[in-house]
């Protein structure tokens, strides 16, 4: 294979992922027809490669292709990015979208041991701050324990109405939340919305000047109704917090289950925000994020990272699909596979008046 670009002569670079087809970072492939272009990312003309050095590498990317949970198709092509960075465009009927437990599964895995670990350290902590009072009343006489008791408020104080999120959205828009608002948080069906669905919080009221002389932060809260992109973004915030336990293996491959059964990334805030199944029975009417099964939280985890990822996919896809067809009718003439359908009737015609003659 050569290691240039055959239309600007730009050198390919390398790739570490094929075996067979060590260059170029974007490779396009057609199980169907044997095709596999290095895809110049220079001046994005689609080199073909000699037919010899074609079967191998096409079964490898047709199977890391299928191997890659990130990845966006139309009706004729599709593309992935592998984890090295690889791009891999598929031509062909799209795949079904799966979802990967193990892409998941280590993330889920993390946070669960973290906080099992701070959980360890709070248990051990309160009961020894209770079991100071005395002692220090004993040692050192009436003051310290009161000093501890206004050191203990405040520290409750500080627990639950401190802003625990900050949700940015643009300078005064920013919300903050404390960690008893961010277990209020509720997702809602909105049909006047084109998504169909909006994030609802409860947030701290920010403070101005002459506020701190009321104390007044905790005892006014705002509401505030996120939709879209702003939606999507608290809610990546706020799905850590309340998903406490991450996931063990198991519990990421029900939360599989559950997104495909949404139908999907795309669809599943809409299909969970209008569910009843999703909940405990007694919790139907609550729409809050914690009254949710916790698998149906992790699936919305996923969902966020899956369309994020598609998202910035999507965009090359268009033009993919219009540059393939370009490449593909040079290949059609390159391979001498199909010929135009007019020559092929000529071709004809000529046999018919050779015969006849
Ligand atoms: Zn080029």
């Given at each position: ?16 992922e ?12 057609d ?7 290095v ?31 990130v ?22 009927k ?12 280590e ?45 203990a408020?405040g520290?409750i ?38 998504n ?9 009221k ?33 799905l ?28 599943a ?6 569910s009843?199944?999703?909940?405990m ?12 099964h ?16 598609r ?39 000529l ?7």
């Amino acid at each position: 294979m050569y290691s240039h670009c055959l239309f600007c002569q730009t050198t390919f670079g390398q790739n570490l992922e094929l075996e067979r087809l060590p260059v170029g970072r974007r490779i396009a492939f057609d199980a169907t027809k044997g095709r596999l272009w290095v895809v110049c990312r220079a001046c994005a003309r689609w080199n073909l490669t000699p037919f010899e050095e074609r079967w191998e590498t096409i079964e490898d990317c047709e199977r890391r292709f299928r191997g890659t949970q990130v990845r966006v198709s139309t009706d004729n092509i599709g593309l992935a990015r592998l984890p090295e960075g690889l791009d891999l465009v598929r031509i062909g009927k799209p795949l079904r979208p799966e979802f990967a437990a193990w892409r998941y599964g280590e993330t889920f895995l993390r946070r669960h041991s973290q906080r099992v670990i701070r959980r360890a350290a709070r248990v051990v902590g309160a009961p020894g701050l209770v079991a100071a009072g005395p002692v220090l009343a004993a040692t050192v006489g009436p003051v310290a324990p009161l000093a501890l008791a206004a050191g203990a408020l405040g520290a409750i104080y500080y627990l639950l109405r401190r802003p625990d999120l900050r949700i940015q959205l643009g300078g005064s828009r920013d919300l903050e939340l404390s960690a008893e608002q961010i277990r209020g948080a509720l997702l809602i069906r909105d049909d006047t919305d084109p998504n169909g669905w909006a994030i609802m919080v409860q947030h701290l009221k920010r403070l101005d000047r002459f506020d701190w002389l009321r104390f007044g932060r905790e005892y006014d809260p705002n509401w505030a109704v996120l939709y879209g992109q702003e939606a999507r973004l608290a809610a990546s915030l706020l799905l850590p917090k309340v998903n406490p336990l991450g996931g063990d293996q198991a519990r990421v491959a029900e939360a599989v289950r559950w997104l495909e059964a949404a139908g999907g990334p795309e669809a599943a805030f809409r299909t969970f925000s209008r569910s009843h199944l999703v909940r405990m029975p007694l919790d139907n009417v609550e729409s809050r994020f914690t009254t949710l099964h916790a698998e149906v939280r992790l699936a919305l985890e996923m969902a966020l990272h899956e369309e994020e990822e598609r998202r910035a996919l999507a965009g090359e896809l268009s033009v993919l699909e219009w540059v393939w067809r370009h490449e593909e009718s040079l290949a059609d003439l390159a391979d001498g596979l199909g010929l135009p359908a007019d020559l092929d009737q000529q071709l004809e015609s000529l046999r018919g008046q050779s015969g006849g003659g």
